[in-house]
């Protein structure tokens, strides 16, 4: 059974950082990349940041390249976002995604599609 739970939700100013985390409790093949996705209301679900759990690669928006970092440990089990110079088009939920099957992208889609686990979800304010 995979569970990932997300957390470091929140409120933060204008211009200031916050760090998420997500830990995935799957087996192996369910960490071999993993995604932020983020949903505003009224917005569709939208890909912000993937990484690949081998070569460390990484994807993300262009809203968001240059201000967020995604990164992982190194058992590959958490996956971290952190954020900086947020604004209030940042102020979303954040869900935490995962495969269910055992395939490798060295650059991680954003599509939702590709992932079949997810978390339920971390909320932050700007």
């Known amino acids: 059974h995979v569970q990932l739970v997300e957390s470091g939700g929140g409120s933060v100013q204008a211009g200031g950082s916050l760090r998420l985390s997500c830990v995935n409790s799957?087996?192996?093949?369910?960490?071999?990349?993993m995604a932020w996705f983020r949903q505003a209301p009224g917005k569709e679900r939208e890909g912000v940041a993937s990484m690949n759990r081998r070569e460390r690669g990484t994807n993300y928006a262009d809203s968001v390249r240059g201000r967020f970092t995604v990164s992982r440990d190194n058992a590959g089990n958490t996956l971290h976002l952190e954020m900086s110079s947020l604004t209030p088009e940042d102020s979303a939920m954040y869900y935490c995604a995962a495969p269910g099957r055992a395939r490798r992208y060295q650059t991680p889609p954003l599509y939702p599609n590709t992932y079949d686990y997810w978390g339920l979800g971390t909320q932050f304010t700007v």
């Open positions: 799957g087996h192996t093949y369910n960490r071999n990349y």
